[in-house]
């Protein structure tokens, strides 16, 4: 399997391979010791978790058109946000999803910031 790097952070194919079958996967994502893993094409994105500074959910609410009316959904996405202000979307889950993924971040790395406010954003991204 092929691994992509977001970070500077950088490990060989076969730790990373070791991380990844032996991660928590969680709907298309994949938490493990070193990194969470985002599936694109034939290949795994990794954000290194220990360059996670903070991580939180948001909620997207989309409007669709059924065949007798319309429908309201809801689109959970995780963002982790690294200390050099990289800024990543896990999209495409449910609450429970959402949520699993936040506590398995939290069990990883206790330092990491969980949870949005508009204090944090201002802190995180100000300058």
């Not at 990844?20 to 795994?44: D, H, S």
């Not at 319309?70 to 999209?91: D, G, P, Y």
Request: proline content about 2%; aromatic content about 12%; some cysteine.
């Amino acid at each position: 399997m092929k691994f992509i790097k977001t970070t500077e952070t950088e490990w060989s194919t076969e730790i990373l391979e070791k991380d990844f079958e032996e991660a928590n996967k969680i709907g298309r994502y994949a938490v493990g010791e070193l990194a969470v893993y985002c599936p694109k094409m034939f290949k795994q994105v990794y954000i290194p978790i220990q360059d996670i500074i903070w991580a939180y959910r948001r909620l997207e609410s989309v409007e669709g058109k059924l065949c007798c009316g319309k429908a309201n959904f809801e689109i959970h996405k995780v963002i982790l946000v690294t200390a050099k202000k990289q800024r990543f979307e896990l999209a495409g889950m449910g609450l429970e999803q959402a949520k699993e993924i936040l506590a398995a971040l939290e069990q990883k790395n206790a330092a990491i910031d969980i949870g949005y406010s508009k204090e944090k954003e201002a802190s995180y991204f100000q300058g």
